[in-house]
């Protein structure tokens, strides 16, 4: 998944992911839209299967729409406060020792939709990480360690390993 494109000037989508804890980030990284497609076909169907359905039994649809319509109205070129809370629970992102943020952008842009961009918490993480097969675990955990190195938060935490969107 090192493709090497120009992401800014391919005319690709691409996401874009950060996990912090506190307030540090310790894994940050930037992949085109079919690096992210195979990765995501690098999981398990029951993973995938699994995640699915946490997200469509965690989400608040109707909520996130109103929030979605509200910085529309209000200010259209600032995306951080959809990302101020976490998407499944709610929590404030300030309030939320571990959590992961992503977005989609396009060239210079972030794009907004249904879903991102992103922040999702800690408590929502380690939810995530256990409803994964024990094959997609290691998948994740060789991905982070083959291309960032395994931060020590990590070995300290096992549960809170970043969740590739």
């Not at 699915?52 to 529309?72: F, K, P």
């Not at 291309?147 to 070995?155: D, K, S, V, W």
Request: hydrophobic letters at 40%.
């Amino acid at each position: 998944m090192k493709c090497e494109i120009g992401l800014i000037h391919s005319g690709s989508p691409y996401l874009i992911e950060r996990v912090f804890v506190q307030q540090e980030p310790i894994l940050e990284y930037a992949m085109c839209e079919a690096c992210v497609l195979e990765s995501q076909g690098e999981l398990s169907a029951e993973s995938r299967k699994a995640i699915t359905d946490y997200m469509l039994s965690n989400i608040d649809v109707g909520q996130r729409l109103e929030r979605l319509s509200e910085w529309a109205e209000d200010d259209g070129d600032n995306a951080s406060g959809l990302m101020d809370c976490c998407l499944v629970s709610g929590t404030p992102a300030n309030e939320s020792r571990e959590k992961q943020i992503a977005a989609w952008c396009l060239g210079d842009q972030m794009r907004v939709d249904h879903v991102f961009p992103l922040m999702i918490s800690g408590v929502a993480i380690e939810e995530l990480n256990g409803v994964l097969s024990e094959k997609t675990k290691g998948w994740i955990d060789d991905f982070v360690g083959d291309n960032f190195g395994m931060p020590p938060e990590f070995c300290d935490h096992p549960d809170f390993r970043p969740v590739l969107i």
